[in-house]
């Protein structure tokens, strides 16, 4: 089906070249993929661009349609521009193989649109913080020292020097974009990319800053407070937002994720909001019972009832001595585990008790 490439662009058979670019220009911004608009839409436009901004398509066009593959005369080829030339027969000339990989990655926009949403904010900063297990029982605030990109001082991240105006870009006339025709094997493609000028801001102080010279960020260290609430978990992370690198001229700056590292305990260990401790007593404490004294782990003192008659092995719980449930009502338990302490050396005295012991058959 033969496409009519001047109602695509929506200007007159007699347009001029000026008129066919701004046309162009104004529906490729409009439906651009990258701004939400229809890929096919985009593509189709685009075509027709690259005829009609062309004299010698464009001639071509006029005589015979776009019914021969991408609108030439019999015997040429205009999608796939080989040589650069668009002369008949050179279709074996050399040309660079290097644009194969990222053609058509980059087709709509040649890579600009994902440079100018990256610009959109700052990096986001992951650092590691170590706690010992005792500081899980309660919610606390820690201060670090983080070296980050910050908000330049001297002129509030506006890049420009205190009192000087902001003029729009000349480059890209306040689109934050310009046009690009980039040329591969497949031929000539029409698409936008980043300002180089401005970044993509469309806009320019007048005179950079002294300080950050024009970025609007300068990098330097800064202590920084972090809340870290109670029941918190090998390597759970907690996020601050806006605590990571300030954006460039001004835009918002990116997350600090911290990944909170608990220290192991010598006596306790801890699964889930449980704790587990590790108690051992003599064969007497065991066989006879007992009332013990233990810590728990915020160091409060515990009068343990060792129940007669109990059995190594045998777990004893403690309702509400474990780590609080994170950001959640309640309180893990505390399991002893009971075992059985064997001592090593013996007085004369305790081996004579021992042997009337097992002559009683116990």
């Given amino acids: 089906m033969t496409k009519d490439y001047y109602e695509i662009l929506g200007v007159k058979k007699d347009a001029s070249s000026e008129e066919i670019r701004k046309a162009y220009h104004q529906l490729a911004h409009k439906h651009h993929p990258d701004k939400g608009g229809d890929s096919a839409k985009f593509k189709e436009i685009s075509e027709a661009y690259q005829v009609l901004s062309d ?8 005589q015979f349609g776009s019914a021969f593959g991408a609108g030439g005369a019999p015997g040429q080829n205009w999608g796939f521009n080989w040589s650069g030339s668009n002369q008949p027969g050179q279709e074996n ?3 660079d193989f290097s644009d194969l990989g990222d053609v058509f ?3 709509f926009g040649f890579g600009g649109s994902p440079k100018r949403k990256e610009s959109q904010r700052g990096r ?11 500081e899980t029982l309660r919610a606390q605030e820690k201060e670090i020292s983080l070296e980050r990109f910050i908000k330049c001082r001297r002129c509030q991240g506006s890049g420009g020097e205190p009192g000087s105006r902001v003029k729009e870009c000349f480059s890209c006339r306040g689109l934050g974009e310009v046009q690009q025709i980039k040329r591969t094997v497949f031929g000539s493609f029409t698409g936008f990319v980043t300002c180089p000028e401005c970044q993509g801001e469309g806009k320019k102080p007048e005179k950079p800053c002294n300080v950050c010279h024009g970025e609007g960020r300068i990098r330097d260290r800064e202590r920084v407070k972090i809340f870290i609430p109670a029941g918190v978990d090998q390597n759970q992370i907690i996020k601050i937002e806006g ?3 300030q954006g460039k001229k001004g835009k918002r700056p990116g997350d600090l994720y911290v990944r909170i590292l ?3 305990h010598p006596a306790f260990e801890r699964k889930g909001d449980d704790l587990f401790l590790e108690l051992p007593l003599s064969f007497s ?5 007992d009332e013990v004294e233990i810590t728990n782990l915020a160091k409060e003192k515990i009068i343990l009832v060792i129940p007669a008659g ?3 092995g045998k777990m004893l719980r403690l309702s509400g001595q474990g780590i609080p449930h994170f950001r959640g009502k309640g309180q893990g338990n505390l399991y002893v585990h009971l075992d059985i302490k064997i001592p090593q050396r013996l007085s004369p005295k305790q081996k004579e008790l021992l042997k009337k012991i097992r002559e009683e058959g116990i």
Avoid: C, M, T, W
Wanted: proline share 5%; glycine share 8%.
């Fill in 55 to 62: 004299q010698q398509k464009r001639a071509q066009y006029d």
């Fill in 93 to 95: 000339a050399d040309f």
């Fill in 105 to 107: 990655e980059e087709f």
């Fill in 124 to 134: 986001d900063i992951e650092i590691a913080l170590d706690i010992p297990l005792e």
């Fill in 243 to 245: 605590g990571g690198e």
């Fill in 262 to 264: 608990v220290r192991s």
């Fill in 285 to 289: 404490q065991l066989a006879l019972g």
């Fill in 310 to 312: 109990s059995e190594p």
